[in-house]
């Protein structure tokens, strides 16, 4: 009797030892996950991945992948756009991957701290197809998406005539769209900042689609996400509760 119930405690222990086991690299595989997932996760679902749609970094497709995640920025300050295109706008659109942002001369000797990803979407498979993509925010502490903007630019590319980027017509046959939080307050905003479409809700930023793409056929993809400084949710009354914030988005396509 003593013997079948030191097996059955045996029994126990080692079932409670496996399950302590797969807790801890459970917690261990979260704690990586969110400390080096980065900022902005773009992703190719399965199913549109098998039809042959898929991303990479390199306009050659030398390799390409369902998944890409651009560096983590920290801290992150508030910003103008006007900034970000006068002192960068010419090699975020000419660096693949992610772009480490410019230091401000003067008294400002500071990055700008913002998120600058460009990558490339294809069609490897043999057929046309309707490729839809969401933006989302998947976490997000604190009022940072009320201060926040992200643009996406599809097919920038510079003139070879061209010295520099320095403003948004520079981007010729490029396409952009702007996406902010809904404001809490009216802003009369520069001219740059202005017609930005508001997000879908408070955790989808926007539902898109491209038409037709053909077998073979690239598409460029430019993001830029920043803290807006003229935001009228980027105040100082609400200071405590953007810096030291965190959000974390993900760019999701499939075939609609």
Known sequence: MKKIRYKSARRIFRIGYFIALVIMLLLAFLTYYGQYSGNFVMTVDEETYDRGIAISESKEFETYARWLTADAVEEVRDITLEQIIYNDFEGILTTDGSFRDSVLGGANNRKLNYLAYTFYLRNVGRY??????EVVITDVTGMLAQGIRIMIIQDGYIYTDQTSITTLDDLRDGTYTLYQYEDTEHKDYPQVLQNAKNFLSDSVVCHEQIRGLGADQTKKFTIL????????????KNIDQIYGSKIKIAMNFFIE
């Open 128 to 133: 046309e197809t309707n490729v839809g993509y």
């Open 225 to 236: 996400m920043w803290l807006e400084g003229e935001d009228p949710d980027c105040t100082i």
